[in-house]
């Protein structure tokens, strides 16, 4: 079974791609993963990557395409089925992982996309606080401190409202036409991410039951 997993900041991605990778056997495949596993190996688009990185410049799609070209064509991608997470990102790098995928046999079976109301994200993201003298991470509603000052707490400036509220817009903007994409291809399986954790991984798990 060969799956994509999408999902906003904060709506519990990285937490359900680990029960899934456990449940279904899969490799689970990150971008940063495969980034850090080709440089590591001097891969050929290991060292071009590195390159473009060591001058501070964004990687080109020719090259983050041929290391993912490279990682699905490992022999335990094809023993056990892939869960890809952070690639694609856009329609263009969406339809270079058709070609791939093509190119190597293998096929989409399906796109696990885990939804959450964007206004529940802006409060699990914005509400860290850290205190002042320790250090220690708080959460003003998850995992609020004993005895709250707010005097004695700060907020980074990344998880203060405005700046949460951004970078889900442009989370929003950049998933959307990916999710449409895969929708007109009948792949996309959205899965009810406001809900408790463990209802969240049984939803999931049934779905892809049912794919197997």
Known sequence: MNL???????????????????EFGLIHISTGDMFREAIANETEMGK????YMDQGNLVPDEVTNGIVKDRLAKLDVREKGFLLDGFPRTIEQAEALDQILTSLELSLDGVVAIEVNPDSLLERLSGRIIHKETGATYHKVFNPPVDYKEEDYYQREDDKPEAVKRRLEVNIAQS??????????GLVHEINGNQEIAQVSEDIKKVLTNLK
């Open 4 to 22: 994509l997993i999408m999902g906003l900041p904060g709506a519990g991605k990285g937490t359900q791609a680990a029960k899934i990778v456990e």
């Open 48 to 51: 071009l990557a590195k390159s």
């Open 176 to 185: 959307a036409p990916i999710l449409e994409y895969y929708r007109m291809a």
